[in-house]
């Protein structure tokens, strides 16, 4: 799950089309989405969110909550400025009591609602706002689906809530899936742990997808002339609890890489700085990767950290492929991990091990003369792939229970 910046909100509920008695059936249905981060185009679901809207427009009459602009009041549970200890504390009462700082928003969306919809789609992160709109539309018999980005706690390795929280959320999620109509989530490993628990779902797997637009008009524009004894490698995204320790890899680098200095360039927040000998860590302001994309001239490789859940798929690998340079997959249990397992057939990419770098490889996949073509997002990789495959997922899921509730 990657933590982001916040960016100026947009409204996500412009625009949609009112009931008209002239209006074909399906077109009448309404189909509620709940996405808490809807508003924010720089998280991983609410781009996943705002990419969706338009297509599912073309059948339903869509709702989204929270319809505002902007995020819920508070985010969940209080978050002080001030001292560090203050900051420590507040986090805590989250990890050890709360489903997630989401949680207190949630209940005041949805203490009172009446669900007046045919179906949902609930897109998660944040799970407390799936939990509390779940709960309402069970009681009002509306089916969903839930579309998951991350594991949550009963198919986690290692869940981000603690002691009470962590038994309020087993339950709570257990309830969620029991009873929803299907899963969407975004890899195979997540898809196998989640068929143990609910084998009653039916399964889609579909990680985001890409804009082509991000990617520059000429690829090789402004590509400086490489200097051969300075290796520089850019990051995109945080480097925070989840991600791999990344310093064997770039210590291997320096020790045993033909280069005199390797540079990181960090575009994110980092929980530590390696410190290498030889490694120079420059941390940057995240950008819009229409600008990275103009930006990775500049650099001989971009990294992407697999995390220690090999479940999990940072979503940033997705988005790497709008970079017209090569691109390095970290892995760690490359043969089951979900980063390599989505890389691995793709152009312009080389899996290494975190722990065990092949540092000729490295500096082969670098050295190569690589084609402008090669270095192209796959035809699965963009949004309206993605898009139309999760649409026809939540039409063919949701039409026998819509038609049921004599809805169509």
């Given amino acids: 799950m990657d933590t982001t910046s916040l960016i100026p909100a947009r409204k996500v509920d412009e625009g949609r089309p009112k009931r008209v008695a002239s209006d074909p059936p399906e077109l009448r249905r309404r189909l509620t989405v709940v996405s808490f981060l809807a508003w924010n185009d720089r998280t991983p679901r609410g781009a996943r969110t705002q990419a969706l809207l338009p297509a599912l427009r073309k059948e339903w009459v869509v709702d989204v909550i929270p319809p505002d602009s902007g995020p819920p009041m508070s985010q969940g549970a209080p978050r002080p400025a001030g001292r560090q200890r203050s900051r420590r504390l507040a986090s805590h009462v989250v990890r050890w009591s709360l489903l997630d700082r989401y949680e207190l928003a949630a209940r005041r969306a949805f203490g009172a609602w009446s669900p007046e919809t045919d179906a949902a789609l609930l897109i998660g992160f944040p799970f407390s706002p799936l939990v509390a709109a779940a709960r309402r539309l069970r009681r009002a018999d509306v089916p969903y689906i839930v579309d998951s980005g991350d594991p949550w706690v009963l ?6 809530v ?3 929280a962590a038994r309020r959320a087993a339950r709570a999620e257990r309830e969620l899936w029991d009873s929803a109509s299907g899963a969407i989530v975004t890899t195979r490993i997540q898809a196998d742990r989640l068929a143990i628990v609910a084998p009653h779902l039916e399964l889609l797997v579909r990680p985001n997808g890409v804009d082509p637009d991000d990617r520059p008009a000429f690829v090789t524009a402004g590509r400086q002339p490489r200097d051969a004894h300075i290796l520089r490698l850019a990051h995109l995204g945080a480097l925070y609890g989840p991600r791999l320790d990344i310093e064997p890899f770039l210590r291997t680098l320096v020790m045993n890489g033909p280069w005199s200095r390797v540079e ?6 980092v929980d530590s700085v390696p410190d290498v000998p030889g490694l120079s860590v420059i941390i940057r302001e995240p950008a819009a990767w229409k600008t990275v ?14 995390n220690t859940d090999p479940a999990q798929l940072p979503s940033k690998a997705v ?3 709008v970079l017209p340079i090569p691109r390095i997959a970290v892995v760690s249990q490359a043969g089951e991990d979900s980063l390599a397992a989505y890389v691995r057939d793709r152009s312009g990419w080389l899996v290494v091990d975190a722990r065990a770098p092949d540092v000729t490889a490295v500096a082969a996949h670098i050295a190569r003369d690589w084609d402008t073509d090669e270095l192209r997002p796959g035809p699965d990789e963009g949004w309206s792939a993605a898009v139309a495959e999760i649409a026809t997922f939540v039409r ?7 038609a049921a509730h004599g809805t169509s």
């Avoid at 198919?155 to 981000?160: G, I, K, M, R």
């Fill in 162 to 164: 603690r002691g009470p």
């Fill in 396 to 402: 063919r899921l949701l039409a026998a229970t819509t």
């Fill in 319 to 321: 988005a790497y492929s």
């Fill in 264 to 269: 990181l360039h960090q575009f994110g927040s």
């Fill in 155 to 160: 198919t986690a390795v290692d869940p981000v």
């Fill in 293 to 306: 994309a103009r930006l990775a001239a500049e650099f001989d490789a971009a990294i992407v950290v697999g």
